[in-house]
């Protein structure tokens, strides 16, 4: 799923303003690594609130990562943990430590100031902050910090007092070990932040560290009045964005056409910005499901009605019942209707197709006005009269020359002069564009976007006809498309009829067809169009259709005046 399809209505919720301020650095802020130890957790907040106080970003190992969380997910390894650690203090411009009158300071604390000084090879400001339960210091009022500074000759000095040993595991188990994590920005819809510890525990099972900005710059301290989202919020969020290696973008793709509709300024400025200043091939759109939340993992079990299950998905009770119909059905007929593994084609025609794709460019080109059987035959009978099947030769060729070819008796196609035109105009578009290799048109994994894009510029082949090639190369050659979601349901007459005649759709059109297959089969609409063209060929047929025998029958809503008259 590429975001380029969906940044104009992106744009329209961008604070274009925000942007250019930070772009200008006019009101930017240093990102402070907020160390403390963890048995003052419970000043978390006040931590934060003094560092944004004195004009810094707060940066804090709790509120980035999640002691829970983080611990959970690494199954209870303190050493991944740490790891995450200093790779979010790695992107800090000054470490802090907030600390005990006492001076005590922690392993995991004295690990960050060894990992400091040796990456960083700058100060620390030690802040005297906890005075047993209380707070020592105001965190309403700027204070002169300079004070606080810790020299890296102080660094050292306290380092060689401690415990040799632990000094020694510590640089082995951190400092001499690898750590190429990269740092994922977290965007996610304003309203999803209660899912926010499954895109971060997400994070961690794949190998990034979580730069959540929901977290780490808690709402409530740009947020203390009724009115319209601090400006600044957001060049803060800018400015830890571009610290960022990738950007992961958590939504429910089930329902992505309403999610995209329901950004807020914050996640569309953050997307549009990183799109157009940053790398868009590191933007990863992830699902909620693939996060593992419930609400959308488990959603018969999470939610009380089934109205909850309705509005988690977006599909409806039919919906799902269409989807487990088509199942089943798709058990029964097996490879009945199968171009390529059913009885369709004869053994050698079928081959010849598998084994050459530029066979298989011409079969698709064929594939309209004639039986399925004839059009994918064509190729090997061309094959056969014409003695060859040499791209070059025929894109050499006079169309009368093959337009005569075609129609000799028994004619190869309905329509001998079009089909002439096409086949020769594919030809010399492979040789220009693709090297003379059909496989071209979608090797080096190709988006399903772009494949149908590409076939389209073929003379004869329509959308309907793309999307056919794309299911068909992934579903029967064994073509690798990893966005199978981007393959639609083909607009093809027996197809609109069906979608029309169940209730699917109320209107004929491509945008409503693709629509309706997005629902019953989000993650590959594409998957319909094989169990719909059967249906629709021996069953659901112009007039007189067999609804008794229809395996759609308890699900359709019987407009049966409808489609009988569409037309290709």
Known sequence: MKIKKVLPRIITKVDTTAIQIHINHTR???????????????????????????GYLPINPESALGYYVSTTTHGGSKIPVMKDCIKTESICDEMWIFNPKDGHIPEGVL????????????????????DKMKIALDINTPIDLS?????????????????????????????????????????????????????????????????????????????TRAEKIDQQYLIDRLTLLDKCDKLLWFTNTV????????????????????????????????????AGVPKYTNKENWALTTTEVEEITNINTKDVTFRKLIQEY????KDEFNIFKGDLLGKDECNFIKSDMNAFLFGLISDQSVKAELAWSLPYRLKQ??????????????????????????????????IAKYLIFASQT?????????????????????????LEEFKGISHKKAALGSLLLVRDLGVEIVDKENINLAYDIH????????????????????????????????????????????ICRPSDPMCTRCPLDSVCDHNIYLGGDIHA
């Open 330 to 333: 798709e058990k029964q007929i």
């Open 495 to 538: 197809i609109r009829r069906i979608c029309l005649r169940t209730g699917l759709i109320t209107q004929d059109s491509l945008k409503n067809v693709i629509a309706a297959g997005k629902k019953i089969f989000p993650e590959f609409p594409g998957r319909l169009t094989s169990a719909f063209w059967a249906i629709g060929r021996d």
């Open 430 to 454: 492979l040789i220009n564009n693709y090297n003379g290799d059909a496989s071209n048109i979608w090797a080096n994994g190709v988006s399903a976007e772009e494949i149908v894009k590409r």
């Open 28 to 54: 930017k802020k240093k990102l402070v690594y907020t160390s403390f130890d963890g048995d003052y957790m419970h000043f978390l907040q006040h931590m934060l609130k003094f560092t944004q106080t004195n």
């Open 255 to 290: 329902d992505f056409e309403n999610e995209v509709d329901c950004l807020d300024v914050l996640s569309a400025t953050e997307l549009y910005y990183w799109f157009k200043y940053k790398n868009p091939e590191d933007i990863y759109i992830i699902d909620w499901k693939d």
């Open 385 to 418: 009269r014409l003695g060859h099947f040499d791209i070059h030769q025929i894109a050499e060729m006079q169309i009368t020359d093959l337009e005569r070819v075609i129609k000799d008796k028994p004619a190869l196609h309905r329509y001998p002069s079009n």
């Open 111 to 130: 690990a960050e100031m060894m990992v400091w000084l040796e990456t960083k090879n700058t100060g620390i400001k030690l802040i005297p902050f906890f």
């Open 147 to 223: 004070q606080y500074t810790f020299s890296c000759e102080n660094i050292e000095s306290y380092i060689s007092n401690r415990k040799q040993s632990d000094i020694d595991e510590i640089k082995s188990k951190l400092l001499d070990s690898s750590n190429n994590q990269s740092c994922a920005y977290i965007v996610a819809n304003f309203f999803n932040y209660k899912h926010i510890d499954w895109a971060r525990s997400y994070c961690y099972h794949n190998g990034f560290c979580p730069i959540s900005p929901q977290n780490i710059m808690p709402y409530y301290l740009y947020k």
